[in-house]
């Protein structure tokens, strides 16, 4: 009996010591996070907006119910106020850390969100705008993705470098920079917004410099083109999306540039004339490709509770990161080799934030296009312009700025902004840069956003 009752504490005991040993383990290595978000928001006129109204980019142009100006019941109906709350944002993360072999480190993120599973109702029935945000939230993935990284590597003299791999889906390098504002967009389109699937390199030159490099693929924020927005276009381009950068860090200051690299397939497969009978067509592999170069700089300072970040991006095409940008065909002469222009565009945001328990945020954020880089061989048909699917090609300028305010009491935050956005519209034809230079005329919203957030 004595030695039952000895064998039972031991066996009590370590599996106390177990269980203590598992507990720890998950406390050394694994880090759930997240929050419970919710937005209350009030917009002036029917907008371009995503996930539920909830991520904003821009007014709609006026929709007159008739040309008369003299109608007396003449009226924009695209002016209509509205109002939604969802808290289809809220997330929920982990991040594990703490392994590694030598100096060889070892992790992973996996991250999600609510914001899929939205239907749509008709648009036939007396409504205007955006109808896609009925319907029950499913989970998404946001980020998931792996990390290796090679620690005190030697340098000349007492410096040490470190290199490190991100594999799997994160941010896009040129988006991971964003503005202090709380909305959802997060500064779109005045910035770049994309997360996607990658490879990238970061290797810490010593205390001050780091250098970038990235091979990207498309998943849910994808290039526009002939069948609309498509991954397709990169997956028969066989060619992964390429990003270069070089960041510069002391004390509060951090600088940033980098360059990104983009070639396409538009079309895989066309029409040509049937050698055999010249009445009919046959469809082809043809050498469609089209490539663009976007550049970008960003800065940030912070010194106590003053916080100060700008971010600017010129270049070609960039609607694959809900930049106000795109790409046309410019000839078809040959069938088997289209010949593609992308726009040029410039998008810049600056944000300041001051204060900690009261915290108050201004952003302010411009847009102007610039048209093809390359003029068309005669003018264009809209058909033959490929935009932003958030935005439109008659697009001439926009800009927006936005106040906030924010009480964080703890895990707790209720924020509150005021946001004015305005586009410059133009109407007509377009010209063989494929810019609307008529009747440019401004179109702009009010938007009153309120959040609720608890973290944990």
Known sequence: MFLAFSASAINNAEQKESKSEVKQHLQNHFKLYGFIRNFFIFDSRDSKAGTGDLFYYLPLDNNWNTSDVNNPAREDLNASPNFRFLALTSRVGMDVSGYYYKNVHFGAKVEADFYSGLGKVSTNNGLSGNTNISGTAQMRLRQAYATVTWKDLPMNGEQKAEVGLKIGQGWHPMAADMPHVFSLEAGAPFGPFSRTPQVTMDASLGKNWVLSASAIWQMQYQSSGPSGSSAAYMKYGCTPEMYFGLTYKKGGFLGRVGA????????????????????????????????????????????????????????????????????????????????????????????????KKWQGVFFAGYVKTFGLADAASKPLASSDVYFCSNGSSNINQMYRINPQGLYNFGKFTLGLEYQWTAVQYGTGALNEYAKVANDLHWVGNHRVNMMVKFTF
């Open 260 to 355: 990104d690299v983009l070639s396409i397939k538009p079309r895989n497969i066309g029409p040509v004339a049937d050698p055999t009978d010249a009445s009919k067509t046959i469809n082809v592999h043809v050498k469609d490709r089209k490539t663009s170069l976007l550049y970008y700089a960003y800065l940030q300072y912070n010194k106590d509770l003053f916080s100060f970040k700008a971010k600017t991006t010129y270049g070609e095409s960039g609607e694959h990161m809900n930049l106000m940008s795109g790409y046309a065909v410019v000839d078809k002469t040959d069938p088997t080799d289209w010949k593609y222009a992308s726009m040029r565009s410039s998008s810049s945001w600056v944000s300041f934030s001051y204060g």
